[in-house]
Nanobody, 124 residues
Framework: QVRLVESGGGLVQAGGSLRLSCAASGRTFGIDTMGWFRQAPGKEREFVVALSGSGGITRYADSVKGRFTISRDGAKNAVFLQMNSLLPEDTGVYYC?????????????????WGQGTQVTVSS
């Protein structure tokens, strides 16, 4: 069974940066899509970014374009989310997810595996 574990969340002031990591085990990356979602208090989970299995094609939510960058490590056993110029509205629990598709879907239901989430809090 696939296991995803996020880390790297924390408290940061607006304009600061955080780098989230998602360690994966239980399957081989490369023919799938890795994504990040986030959920603010009292709100629905929303798409942030997706990365193709090849690691070369990305799809970002409009709200994070130009500020967030997704990547995979060389061994393709982890995915990272570099978050720069953070805003208070970026606050939420961030989830790493794996979809068994290469379409870089924005639909949370299309993702089969999820991490436990890591809290990101951006103060104003």
């Amino acid at each position: 069974q696939v296991r995803l574990v996020e880390s790297g969340g924390g408290l940061v002031q607006a304009g600061g940066s955080l780098r989230l990591s998602c360690a994966a085990s239980g399957r081989t990356f490369g023919i799938d899509t890795m994504g990040w979602f986030r959920q603010a208090p009292g709100k629905e989970r929303e798409f942030v970014v997706a990365l193709s299995g090849s690691g070369g094609i990305t799809r970002y939510a409009d709200s994070v374009k130009g500020r967030f960058t997704i990547s995979r490590d060389g061994a393709k056993n982890a995915v990272f989310l570099q978050m720069n110029s953070l805003l208070p509205e970026d606050t939420g629990v961030y989830y790493c997810a794996l979809a068994l598709t290469m379409t870089m879907t924005r639909i949370s239901h299309d993702y089969s595996y999820w991490g436990q989430g890591t809290q990101v809090t951006v103060s104003s």
